[in-house]
């Protein structure tokens, strides 16, 4: 049947609608992986102190996401399939098989120290080898690549415990605040430890 030139253009007509209609849905940006963050992490980039009387300062980046996580997600060096997988590798080595001297080495062979998820694993693991002043090393080296990775602000923190620096560790808290609210696990496990009575043995 041929239509005529009137049925034509009304059903043009109710086939044709303004795109306005329909804008583009907004996206949604998650934070980046550290091992933390995931967020994404480990000197000589860092500064160093063994007791500070003052809080360590790092740039603030007011209205970003927390960065972290000890998982990884998409984040420079992640898409890299060998980083991922070897990113992979290391974490399995310090939370299934808590072997840190042999997750050093593993996050050493990535060639991303720098990357905050890969410089908070190299501290974490030191700190649980006892080698504190490395940790320490290899936290602020994260925190200075990411002055947000929650999760390097909240094993520094029990860091901080652990060196008697309860003030310090007070200071941490209020920065996991500030980054993921007082809800976050980071904050939680955090506080938690400064619950403790001084001396008790942490876990974390």
């Not at 929650?150 to 996991?176: F, K, S």
Request: some cysteine.
């Amino acid at each position: 049947m041929i239509k005529s030139p009137m049925k034509l253009a009304t059903l043009a007509a109710c086939l044709t609608v303004p795109l306005a209609l329909f804008p583009p849905q907004a996206t949604i940006a998650a934070g980046g992986g550290g091992g933390g963050g995931g967020g994404g992490g480990g000197d000589p980039y860092g500064s160093h102190y063994d007791t500070p009387a003052t809080a360590p300062t790092y740039p603030q980046q007011k209205g970003k996401k927390a960065t972290h996580t000890k998982k990884p997600t998409k984040q420079s060096g992640f898409e890299d399939p060998a980083f991922r997988d070897g990113y992979r590798a290391a974490y399995a080595t310090i939370y299934e098989r808590n072997d840190y001297a042999a997750a050093i080495d593993q996050l050493h062979a990535l060639g991303h120290d720098d990357h905050p998820n890969v410089a908070n694993l190299i501290g974490y693991s030191y700190r649980k080898l006892g080698d504190y002043k490395q940790s320490q090393v290899w936290y602020e080296r994260a925190l200075k690549a990411d002055p947000n990775h929650v999760l390097t602000w909240n094993y520094y923190g029990l860091w901080q415990i652990e060196q008697g620096n309860r003030d310090q560790a007070e200071y941490h808290l209020r920065r996991i605040a500030e980054i993921c609210g007082t809800d976050c696990a980071e904050y939680r496990s955090l506080a938690a430890a400064l619950e403790q009575p001084p001396g008790t043995n942490l876990v974390y």
